[in-house]
């Protein structure tokens, strides 16, 4: 298949040659979406030469179809679902709210690790360039976006490596701007782009986030 990309990090070093090329970021902070989104931030934040932080957004899978999106949750009561799927599966309320409150759970149990002691994420004045591995639905992302506008953010701009063109139509609705390297005609999952799409473990956001934290960053 052709323009797939080895793996996270040299997806990630050509979406910093993209967005290095849209102009100048000062008063930026990248955010990854954790944990596929880290690998690809760090090149991206560093390239910028902007602080790398994470914005954890938890997906609301369909229970026993996970990979099926009603929707997404994040920080600070960022909530967006996919009302036309959730009709037409014709998913309860109560469902819905099992399935938010294992999510909500995971969000609060990955914010405590990946913080560490640091302070609350502060977005005041500053544009936010939300960073993911991929768009397929854009469901996490469109909590994203709605967290980050919370959070304070001047501007909200997207970044990916690969991302299906209804979605990324979609999201320059909702977003300030979206800067996708790839746009495939048919994307039916992001992984199919990478050569190594293996996970990516919370040990190794941790230490994107401790190298981003060092001198220089």
């Not at 849209?22 to 934040?45: I, M």
């Not at 995971?106 to 977005?123: D, K, T």
């Not at 190794?204 to 960053?217: N, S």
């Amino acid at each position: 298949m052709s323009g797939r990309f080895a793996d996270r990090a040299q997806a990630g070093e050509r979406l910093a040659e993209v967005v290095l090329g849209r102009g100048a970021w000062e008063g930026t902070t990248v955010l990854a979406l954790p944990r596929g989104g880290v690998p690809v931030a760090a090149p991206v934040a560093r390239a910028l030469q902007a602080p790398l932080d994470v914005l954890v957004v938890r997906k609301l899978g369909l229970p026993g179809h996970e990979e099926l999106a009603l929707g997404a949750i994040g920080p600070g009561g960022a909530r967006a679902l996919n009302d036309d799927l959730i009709r037409r599966l014709g998913i309860s309320p109560e469902v819905l709210r099992a399935v938010e409150t294992r999510e909500e759970a995971e969000l609060q149990r990955r914010e405590a690790r990946y913080r560490a002691g640091r302070s609350p994420l502060n977005l005041s004045g500053r544009t936010a360039l939300l960073v993911d591995d991929g768009l397929a639905t854009g469901a996490t992302m469109r909590a994203a976006i709605l967290a980050a506008r919370h959070l304070g953010a001047a501007g909200v701009v997207v970044a990916v490596p690969v991302g299906a063109p209804d979605t990324v139509e979609e999201l320059q609705q909702l977003a300030d701007d979206v800067i996708c390297v790839l746009t495939p005609e048919h994307l039916t999952a992001v992984g199919l782009y990478y050569r190594d799409f293996s996970q990516t473990s919370d040990e190794a956001v941790e230490a994107a986030l401790a190298a981003a934290a060092g001198p220089g960053a």
